[in-house]
């Protein structure tokens, strides 16, 4: 909506988002994560929970370097391998001369990520992946690592345990190629 709203989750919601986001983009001990994302935005739940949830390291970037892309370029020099941002914090980032870093899997979300940009992250990053939830199916509900080759950009494949169904206004699956409404059920919801 666009709209700041709160949705209450359950415990076996959040359990079952960040077991799956482990798998897939993947998330290690090894790993170090540059969080960027305001409390108040449920995408940091995955910048802090999960983390801590597989041993890997959080570094936590203040508000004022968060909006200033000479800032997250120094952070991003310092050995982070995941960074989770929406489309206008990637933008600040490569508008600010940033070169990439080729240990970099870049997730993006929270707004449409369209082709030039995912082309131009592909460029400086290991991996790019594009992001998809509304905020009521704890935070992504699918996601899929982009590839040149694409022609197209999609929300990707549901994540664990959650289901996607495109309905017609009667709530009737569509036919392939027919549009419809994204409806998303499962342990997310």
């Given at each position: 909506?666009?709209?700041?709203?709160?949705?209450?989750?359950?415990?076996?919601s959040?359990?079952?988002?960040?077991?799956?986001?482990?798998?897939?983009?993947?998330?290690?001990?090894?790993?170090?994560?540059?969080?960027?994302?305001?409390?108040?935005?449920?995408?940091?739940?995955l910048?802090?929970?999960?983390?801590?949830?597989?041993?890997a390291?959080v570094?936590?970037?203040?508000?004022?370097?968060?909006?200033?892309?000479?800032?997250?370029?120094?952070?991003?020099a310092?050995?982070?391998?995941?960074?989770?941002?929406?489309?206008?914090?990637?933008?600040?980032?490569?508008?600010?001369?940033?070169?990439?870093?080729?240990q970099?899997?870049?997730?993006?979300?929270?707004?449409?990520?369209?082709?030039?940009?995912?082309?131009q992250?592909?460029?400086?990053?290991?991996?790019?992946w594009?992001?998809?939830?509304?905020?009521?199916?704890?935070?992504?509900?699918?996601?899929?690592?982009?590839?040149?080759?694409?022609?197209?950009?999609?929300?990707?494949?549901p994540?664990?345990?959650?289901?996607?169904?495109?309905?017609?206004?009667?709530?009737?699956?569509?036919?392939?190629?027919?549009?419809?409404e994204?409806?998303?059920?499962?342990?997310?919801?």
């Amino acid at each position: 909506t666009g709209k700041p709203k709160g949705v209450q989750i359950e415990h076996r919601s959040a359990i079952n988002f960040l077991t799956s986001m482990e798998q897939q983009p993947g998330l290690s001990a090894k790993d170090r994560l540059l969080a960027v994302t305001t409390l108040c935005f449920d995408i940091s739940i995955l910048e802090l929970l999960l983390p801590l949830a597989v041993g890997a390291t959080v570094v936590m970037a203040s508000r004022e370097d968060t909006v200033d892309g000479e800032r997250l370029q120094a952070h991003l020099a310092n050995g982070i391998t995941l960074m989770q941002a929406t489309p206008a914090t990637w933008r600040l980032l490569l508008q600010s001369g940033w070169q990439g870093s080729p240990q970099l899997r870049a997730l993006c979300g929270g707004e449409a990520l369209d082709r030039e940009l995912a082309l131009q992250l592909q460029e400086r990053c290991a991996a790019v992946w594009n992001m998809y939830g509304p905020t009521e199916t704890t935070v992504w509900s699918t996601c899929q690592r982009f590839d040149r080759d694409d022609v197209l950009i999609t929300v990707g494949r549901p994540i664990g345990n959650t289901r996607l169904y495109l309905l017609d206004n009667q709530q009737q699956p569509v036919p392939p190629g027919v549009n419809g409404e994204l409806y998303i059920g499962g342990d997310c919801v």
